[in-house]
Nanobody, 123 residues
């Protein structure tokens, strides 16, 4: 089992920045690809970004490319999501997730999920 706890969400004005953190405990953190997803009211949960086990490669959704950056610190068992130039359409609950697969992108390819943190961007 892997336990994931997100933090760092909040209310921010459009154009602002937030940094989300996800602390992991349980099994060896570096064994898992880590991802961030988000879910807006009335919408399906969508992929945002993922990072490889070593942190050497990432994949970013087109909707956030150039604005969001994922990173990880395997010594601290933590993955981060730096969100810049935020837009009202970024408003959602953000979830971190862990996967034992090689190139996971969709929700069912992730094995463990956090409880989510709310991000609200005002216009």
């Amino acid at each position: 089992q892997v336990q994931l706890v997100e933090s760092g969400g909040g209310l921010v004005q459009a154009g602002g920045s937030l940094r989300l953190s996800c602390a992991a405990s349980g099994r060896t953190f570096s064994n898992y690809v880590m991802g961030w997803f988000r879910q807006a009211p009335g919408k399906e949960r969508e992929f945002v970004v993922r990072i490889s086990r070593s942190g050497g490669s990432t994949r970013v959704a087109d909707s956030v490319k150039g604005r969001f950056t994922i990173s990880r610190d395997n010594a601290k068992n933590t993955v981060y999501l730096q969100m810049n130039s935020l837009k009202p359409e970024d408003t959602a609950v953000y979830y971190c997730a862990a996967s034992s697969r090689v190139l996971p992108s969709i929700t069912r390819e992730y094995d463990y999920w956090g409880q989510g943190t709310q991000v609200t961007v005002s216009s």
